[in-house]
């Protein structure tokens, strides 16, 4: 279990230009494996025994220039690539994408906005102050169990107006376009190291601006095949068109479009419908399907096929930009994008990736109450150093999101290769114990009850001796205590 740890942050070593920095990665991310409380910097240092004179450095670690996040991002998509048993379609990876937003309250916190967001239950308000994340993970598989791997997470709203500072530039990454067009780039800068992909997404992006975007992307790929294709689904009020009949030698522009349909509508034409029995969310059910490929988009009309899909008293329109890809194989597939939603509650309950609490009191205060439309307050930042370091709080945010990917990554990385491992099973179970593979939760339980006999199993092991070096300070402070007493 250790050596598959120390493998996968021993490809992170050519990121860093520091040895030290890299020590102090390879102790957060060993950190976020067992943490066993979400209260920032502080849980890892209790739950590694280290020194409390890592508090400040290690939140210096962070904000520090010696590594770039972009070349741990691309370092950890080869990894994967090298270490995951990565799921195919159609010769294609299956990979996913949706935003997540996380409440944050604190008034000097960069990138802090006034969301709105939808919930079928009263347990979310209906506006939030907080930051809007965009995701991308990639589906992994062995014979027992599928998990959705985090490969990207970063800030995609609330950053518009540092995107237009010099004192942005190389430090962290920032977009001034809208949240659907950087999830399509996310998706092609994650297509391009992995390959040929399927891009699930949610209802949410299925917009003109997102079909235009990838028709682009996919024309500059040198390839005979699109590089992605998009599988997502159709609003409720979605409207297509048939394609136009032209007649030859008639006068005029020829059409661009035929007459329109409205899709739910096709529901009541049962007849048109075939019925089936597939596995739909782990469970065997009766489906109903009618596949057809029209016309899309006011002004755009790109063909996509779209599957009508019904079963029990649910009715949905899935989507897809591949026309020839068979109607039960879109199904099947679209049924694989709610892993990414298990991924943001294991994120947030087991790893704690959004527990963080970076900020800058350079960061102008945050107005509960300013209106729709209203300038940036951060458009009166004009000092290099107050804009720097409001950037800096920026990139300690992103950084610990993305190690807190990482961790996460590797929990499901070692829940696929420990699989058959009788103690780790029996680590963590309600009533009786699982036949299959563990979960992340499992996983993680299991190295936080035992990570100190690994590392004194492995003592030649970088990562036992990184740790341990963080712990020596711990001593020497004990002896000082103790001489100060006696003293």
């Known amino acids: 279990m250790l050596g598959l740890i120390e493998s996968v942050l021993l490809s992170f070593r050519g990121c860093f230009h520091r040895l030290g920095s890299f020590k102090w990665f390879t102790v957060i991310i060993s950190s976020l494996l067992v943490r066993s409380d979400h209260l920032g910097v502080t849980s890892a240092i209790r739950d590694l025994n ?19 996040i972009s070349d741990i991002r ?30 944050k309250e604190a008034v000097h916190m960069p990138g802090v906005k006034k969301m709105a967001q939808e919930s079928e239950t009263c347990s979310k308000p209906e506006f939030i102050h ?19 791997l985090p490969l990207k997470v970063n800030i995609q709203e609330g950053l518009k107006t540092m ?90 522009r020829p059409r661009k479009r035929g007459s329109s349909v409205k ?59 591949d026309t020839s890809l068979d109607p039960l194989t879109i199904i099947q597939l679209y049924c694989l994008r709610f892993g990414i939603e298990e991924l943001f509650r294991e994120l947030k309950q087991q790893v704690g990736g959004f527990c963080y609490h970076f900020w800058s ?44 990917a990482i961790a996460m990554g590797i929990l499901q990385l070692l829940a696929l290769d420990e699989c058959n491992a009788d103690e780790l ?4 179970y309600l009533r009786t114990y699982s036949n299959v593979i563990p979960s992340e939760a499992t996983v993680m339980y299991y190295l936080r009850r035992y990570i100190f006999s690994l590392l004194n199993c492995s003592s030649h092991s970088f990562v036992t001796q990184y740790i341990h070096e963080k712990q020596r300070w711990r001593k020497i402070d004990l002896q000082d205590s103790i001489g100060e007493k006696l003293a």
């Open 50 to 68: 280290l020194s409390s004179k890592c508090y400040e450095t290690m939140l210096n670690f962070f904000r520090s220039s010696a590594y770039r």
């Open 74 to 103: 691309l370092q950890w998509y080869k990894t994967v690539i090298s270490k995951a048993p990565i799921y195919r379609v159609c010769e294609r990876a299956v990979i996913t994408g949706d935003g997540v937003k996380q409440s």
């Open 130 to 148: 907080g930051h809007m994340f965009g995701a991308i993970g990639i589906v992994v598989s062995n014979s027992f169990k599928r998990f959705c």
């Open 163 to 252: 995107a237009s500072w010099e004192e942005a530039r190389g430090i962290v990454d920032i977009s001034d376009k809208s949240h659907v067009e950087q999830m399509i780039e996310s998706g092609f800068e994650v297509a391009r190291i992995i390959g040929k992909s399927f891009f699930l997404l949610d209802r949410y992006f299925l917009t003109k601006t997102a079909i235009q975007l990838l028709d682009v992307l996919n024309s500059a790929e040198a390839t005979d095949e699109n590089l992605i294709e998009i599988i997502t689904k159709a609003k409720t009020n979605c409207v297509a068109y048939r394609r136009p009949y032209n007649r030859k030698g008639s006068k005029g």
């Open 263 to 321: 899709l739910m509508s096709l529901f009541s034409q049962k007849r048109l419908f075939t019925k089936t029995t597939m596995m739909m969310y782990g469970k065997e059910e009766i489906v109903s399907y009618y596949c057809h490929n029209l016309l899309w988009g006011q002004g755009v009309y790109r063909e996509l096929r779209f599957v009508l899909v019904e079963y029990g008293n649910k009715q949905s329109i899935l989507v897809s930009t």
């Open 361 to 404: 009191k350079e960061q102008p205060k945050l107005n509960h109450f300013a209106k729709s439309g209203s300038p940036d307050p951060l458009l009166a930042i004009t000092d290099s150093k107050s804009r720097k370091k409001i950037v800096l709080a920026v990139r300690a945010i992103e950084s610990y999101v993305m190690c807190s």
């Open 425 to 428: 099973i029996k680590a963590r």
